[in-house]
């Protein structure tokens, strides 16, 4: 069973994404973490429940790096 996270740091965690990545980007690195079947909900928590907002920034730098072209097409001003 998923612990399911208080809504008030799933609420502080998409003001962080929001804030470092802008509205457009978030949704896309939401939909990268996201794949897969099931609840995306579940899925997400289980991928971010040890996650700290430093190791937040340091996966989405890795998708940056790893998704470069992605991250260049998607940049919004």
């Not at 609840?39 to 996966?59: G, P, R, V, Y």
């Amino acid at each position: 069973m998923v612990k399911k996270l208080p809504e008030n740091i799933i609420d502080e965690g998409f003001g962080v994404l929001k804030e470092h990545l802008g509205i457009a980007k978030t949704a896309i690195f939401l939909e990268m973490i996201g794949k897969g079947q099931g609840d995306s909900l579940e899925e997400i928590e289980s991928k971010t429940e040890e996650f700290s907002k430093e190791d937040a920034l340091k996966f989405i730098e890795k998708c940056k790096r790893e998704k470069k072209e992605l991250w260049n097409i998607i940049k919004v001003a």
